[in-house]
């Protein structure tokens, strides 16, 4: 069975300061891959997602993420974070059925 | 237009009571799935709905769990003699059809409380 782990639980940064997050998947043959955000009493917001073709996949509020299949990796990043990025950012599989896998979550800590 | 409706937002319940929780999809969308959050956990798959009938029920954590979606549009959640274990942020979620490729949209969530 898929399994995607998310070793961070939370990050604090700077405004202003580049950020990572790390998303690390079991492997299989195929896998989609997406990172969704968690406002407060909000509902999940697809980040972005990796289907297929450049491993580099940018997504919305300027976050991007690389796909390396040879470290099984999905890592999100972004090169300057405001203090309204400040959220739970979880990461997710999806093989060959249809329900989404998540990881355990990621609280991102925008401080000024 | 309309995202992905859940009510009631949140639920208070007493150890050993009935409840249901509703979900309204996005208009047209065939695919439906509830999702469990647990605290500090990421969402867990419950079970998902192509059309009116449930294609994969392999979440469900037991018989007390049991979901519908009779008309092919709006579903019900529901359990039975709950228990405090039960307790967590039920999200609902649609998507165009069950494709692989289809974004599946997120409900702002019930929030379960089983005292």
């Known amino acids: 069975a898929q399994s995607v782990t998310q070793l961070d639980s939370q990050v604090p940064v700077f405004e202003e300061a580049p950020v990572e997050l790390r998303c690390n998947y079991s492997s299989s043959v195929s896998v989609y891959l997406f990172w969704y955000v968690q406002y407060p009493n909000q509902g999940l917001q697809l980040l972005l997602k990796y289907l297929s073709g450049s491993t580099l996949v940018k997504g919305i509020n300027g976050f991007e993420a690389e796909f390396n299949k040879s470290q099984t990796s999905f890592h999100l990043r972004k090169p300057s974070v405001h203090i309204s990025d400040t959220a739970e950012y979880f990461c997710?599989?999806?093989?060959?059925?249809?329900?989404?896998?998540f990881g355990s979550g990621t609280r991102l800590l925008v401080r000024p | 237009g309309a995202g992905v409706s859940q009510t009631p937002s949140n639920k208070v319940t007493e150890k050993g009571k009935y409840v249901e929780l509703r979900c309204d999809p996005i208009s047209g969308h065939t695919a439906l799935y509830w999702y469990r959050q647990s605290l500090g956990q990421g969402p867990e798959f419950l079970i998902y709905f192509q059309g009116t009938g449930a294609a994969d029920d392999s979440g469900l954590p037991n018989d007390r769990f049991f979901a519908v979606r009779p008309e092919g549009s709006v579903s019900t959640l529901k359990i039975q003699r709950t228990e405090r274990g039960d307790s967590a942020v039920y999200l609902c979620?649609?998507?165009?059809?069950?494709?692989?490729?289809?974004?599946?949209?997120f409900g702002p969530g019930t929030r379960l409380t089983v005292t």
């Open positions: 979620a649609s998507s165009l059809r069950s494709s692989m490729l289809n974004e599946q949209y």
């Open positions: 997710a599989v999806r093989d060959s059925s249809y329900k989404l896998i």
